[in-house]
C-alpha cells in the first residue's frame, strides 16, 4: 500500500517558557523545516494568574503594559533565534501574543482565525494538584481541537 503523506501548510505552537514548550518548538520547529510550513508561534498571557504581584497587588494599566513589552520582546528574540541559528526564513514565522485562558484561546480563537492544520503543544509541566485543579492545556487541546495535534514530549 502506498503511504501518503500529509502536508501541513500552517503550524501552530505555544510556548510559555517551560521546558514541555521548549520541547514542542524544537518539534514546531523540525517540522515546519521539513513541511516547507509557515509557523506560528503564540504566547497567551492568562490575566487571572497575572493579576496579583507577589505582594497581593492587583497588576495595573502599567504593569499589565510592562508585562505585555517584556513578552512581545522575549517573542521578537525567539523569532531572531530561529531566523539566525535554524535559517528560517523570516516570512515564514509570524509570532503572536494574546491575553485569556491558553486553552480556550489555542482552540476556539486562535486555530479558526489561522487556520493552522497542525498544532504542536509541549507536554504538562504542572503538578499533579494543578492539573486537577485546572487541567492541562495539552489535554484539552488534543481533545477539543478542530485540527491535527503532536504532542512533543
Request: with cysteine.
Amino acid at each position: 500500500m502506498e503511504q501518503m503523506e500529509i502536508k501541513y501548510q500552517r503550524i501552530l505552537v505555544a510556548v510559555d517558557g517551560s521546558a514541555g514548550a521548549e520541547a514542542a518548538l524544537k518539534k514546531a520547529v523540525k517540522v515546519a523545516q521539513r513541511q516547507q510550513a509557515h509557523l506560528d508561534i503564540l504566547q497567551v498571557l492568562n490575566l487571572n494568574s497575572l493579576s496579583y504581584d507577589g505582594n497581593g497587588l492587583s497588576l495595573d494599566g502599567k504593569k499589565v503594559y510592562q508585562v505585555e513589552q517584556v513578552n512581545e520582546s522575549y517573542l521578537q528574540n525567539l523569532k531572531q533565534k530561529l531566523i539566525d541559528e535554524k535559517q528560517l526564513p523570516a516570512a515564514e514565522i509570524t509570532t503572536h501574543l494574546r491575553f485569556g485562558n491558553p486553552k480556550t484561546v489555542i482552540v476556539n480563537d486562535f486555530q479558526p482565525e489561522y487556520q493552522n492544520d497542525l498544532i504542536i503543544v509541549g507536554a504538562t509541566g504542572k503538578n499533579f494538584i494543578e492539573r486537577l485543579i485546572v487541567g492541562s492545556v495539552a489535554s484539552y487541546v488534543i481533545r477539543a481541537a478542530r485540527c491535527d495535534v503532536l504532542l512533543a514530549h
